[in-house]
């Protein structure tokens, strides 16, 4: 089992519709959550944090952290055609004391 | 956040030979780190920088490959030693600017090794 995991994708979402992307992890004890966006030939980007369960919301991004579940998602509400990107999710791993990012799932966001 | 500037920003290598990639942060940093970023693949953590001391590589990467250096809390580099085709990735410096903090990136090195 990979220690985080996503779905690749692509996810095909219409314009105006909520894109939802998921994570899971494999470290119970994991404290840290973290949402990137990346462009194309471009750096990731932070665009969330979340450290405890339930929902944190951010404009028209909302990150929800489901620790007994071991899941962390991230909903886009009103998606815009800049948002298609590749997202990746990062776990600080207790265990090794370490940022874990999962293989990303890339989104498009149709017009 | 800090401003973090990475360079040379892409360069284009021949094989055998080696590149240093700089990381230059607009501030004082608690930690650095080095990733690297094959074409479709996910970051790959190559070490963490340690002020004043040897880094902290992760399984399947050696000094001897990535020799980092970081002489104080704004500044490090990433040697890649002895280039060949497989080495071709974008390199990525990421910053914790203070403990148990997000990290955020520099804008990488794109690398090709012919």
């Known amino acids: 089992q990979k220690e985080v995991e996503q779905n690749s994708g692509p996810l095909s979402v219409p314009e105006g519709a909520i894109a939802s992307l998921n994570c899971t992890y494999s470290?119970?004890?994991?404290?840290?959550f973290f949402w990137y966006r990346q462009y194309s030939g471009k750096s990731p980007e932070l665009i969330m944090s979340i450290y405890s369960n339930g929902d944190k919301e951010d404009g028209r991004f909302t990150a929800q952290l489901n620790k007994a579940s071991q899941y962390v998602s991230l909903l886009i509400r009103d998606s815009q055609p800049s948002d298609s990107a590749t997202y990746l999710c990062?776990?600080?791993?207790?265990?090794?004391?370490?940022?874990?990012f999962g293989t990303g799932t890339r989104l498009t966001i149709i017009p | 956040s800090a401003v973090i500037s990475q360079k040379p920003s892409r360069d284009i290598c021949q094989r055998g030979t080696s590149l240093t990639i700089q990381c230059q942060v607009d501030s004082q940093v608690t930690m650095m780190f080095w990733y690297r970023q094959q074409p479709g693949q996910s970051l790959t953590l190559i070490a963490t920088a340690n002020q004043g001391s040897e880094a902290t590589y992760e399984s399947g990467f050696v000094i001897d490959k990535f020799p980092i250096s970081r002489p104080n809390l704004t500044f490090s580099t990433l040697t890649v030693s002895n280039m060949s085709p497989e080495d071709s990735s974008i390199y990525l410096c990421?910053?914790?600017?203070?403990?148990?903090?997000?990290?955020?990136f520099g804008d990488g090195t794109r690398l090709s090794i012919l």
């Open positions: 990421s910053v914790e600017e203070q403990g148990n903090q997000p990290q955020h």
């Open positions: 470290d119970r004890v994991s404290q840290s």
């Open positions: 990062a776990v600080y791993q207790t265990r090794d004391e370490k940022l874990t």
